[in-house]
């Protein structure tokens, strides 16, 4: 890993994040406290961001640089939390490249044409290179410039890029939409895996593309989502799934950035998951961090709190958030966050309780 590769006003370069505690954890070093943020803290929870996007879709946001840097930095204004995360959407490099993807209210990702053969895959738009003005490059310029926007406000305060892993992205476009159990994407897995291996390389690398547009363009670290990895056995995971992820990641592994890789219902993935190109992994909520420990001891962690759990009393919200840092001290670094997104309908107050706690306890 490299510094000299990133921009000379990149946070990293200018040492503005550099002691951060985000970063300080992420790394195994010690850090001024335990440092804490939120899968989607960022959204439909904050009052500021419903007013910030009246009037627009959820893709027009994430393309408008000065809308989507005002949604990232909300919450470190309102909690105080050592990291935003910017605002975006795993199917926004899709977007960027040309696939015809909408987010429908209510929905999630619908596809206008679902992927399901060869031909589907080697129809899908050419990614061309970083710089060479191609549909993709020009359509992550509003990604870059939210970001730029994004980091000078966060100022000392790390921003995390991120993107969706392969399987994940994969599933959506195989499917056409949500899924319940992915069926149709593990179907085409194993009923035409020229198809499937096909369609991991193109997301692999529009993955890539996203994470390294973000970091060089001021992002302190990245974050590689993987939904529905969980639905996966192990070794489908790593047969199928695990090389996609690795390249992904792999496109920041020669800048000084951590790689964080998170999958829900993955407790049995969570080797994997750290041996495809991560340097941390998140942990859902159902696997206690000191077990997840246990199996990665030299890998810093992140999560877990059970977010069912922040519209329970304070008291037993209290007991359950102390013991994921006593769980989470036994790893080689710990970031507090949730085990999963922040819920639409969390109380601003008790997510800035928590964050509180977890600096004056962590």
């Known amino acids: 890993m490299s510094a000299h590769l990133l921009p000379a006003d990149h946070p990293l370069v200018t040492g503005a994040t550099a002691d951060a505690p985000l970063l300080a954890a992420l790394t195994g070093r010690d850090s001024a406290h335990r440092p804490v943020w939120f899968m989607r803290q960022a959204g439909r929870s904050l009052p500021e961001y419903r007013a910030a996007r009246v009037g627009t879709t959820m893709l027009e946001a994430c393309f408008t640089p000065e809308l989507a840097a005002e949604i ?26 040309g696939v015809d993807v909408d987010i429908a209210p209510g929905v999630g990702p619908v596809f206008a044409k679902p992927i399901r053969s060869l031909a589907d895959v080697e129809a899908l738009p050419e990614l061309g ?26 100022g000392s305060t790390p921003l995390i890029g991120f993107a969706g892993a392969p399987f994940t992205l994969a599933a959506y476009m195989v499917e056409g939409r949500p899924s319940r159990d ?10 035409d895996p020229d198809a499937w291996q096909g369609l991991v390389a193109w997301v692999s690398a529009l993955a890539g593309r996203f994470l ?36 992904a990641l792999g496109a920041v592994e020669d800048l000084p950035v951590p790689r964080i890789h998170f999958a829900t219902a993955a407790s049995h993935l969570l080797t994997s998951l750290a041996q495809a190109g991560a340097t941390a992994v998140g942990v859902d909520y159902r696997t206690p961090l000191d077990e ?3 199996v990665l001891p030299d890998v810093p962690l992140q999560g877990n709190i059970n977010p069912a759990l922040l519209g329970a009393p304070w008291e037993v919200l209290e007991s359950h958030v102390q013991d994921v840092i006593t769980r989470g001290g036994i790893a080689a670094g710990h970031v507090v966050n949730l085990g999963h997104g922040m819920p639409p309908h969390a109380d601003p107050e008790v997510v800035a309780r928590v964050v509180e706690y977890v600096h004056t306890h962590g």
């Open 212 to 247: 390294r547009a973000q970091v060089m363009a001021g992002a302190s670290a990245v974050q590689l989502f993987d939904s529905w990895a969980g639905a996966l056995s192990d070794r489908d995971y790593q047969e199928h799934c695990a090389w996609g992820s690795a390249q």
């Open 292 to 294: 997840a420990a246990a």
């Open 129 to 154: 290179a970083d710089g060479d003005g191609g549909t993709l490059d020009a359509g992550l310029e509003s990604v870059r410039q939210g970001v730029r926007l994004a980091a000078t406000e966060l």
């Open 72 to 97: 990232t930095v909300q919450p470190v204004r309102r909690y105080g939390v050592d990291a935003g995360i910017f605002y975006s959407d795993i199917v926004v490099p899709l977007k960027a490249a």
């Open 182 to 191: 992915h069926l149709a994407a593990r179907e085409l897995m194993y009923a």
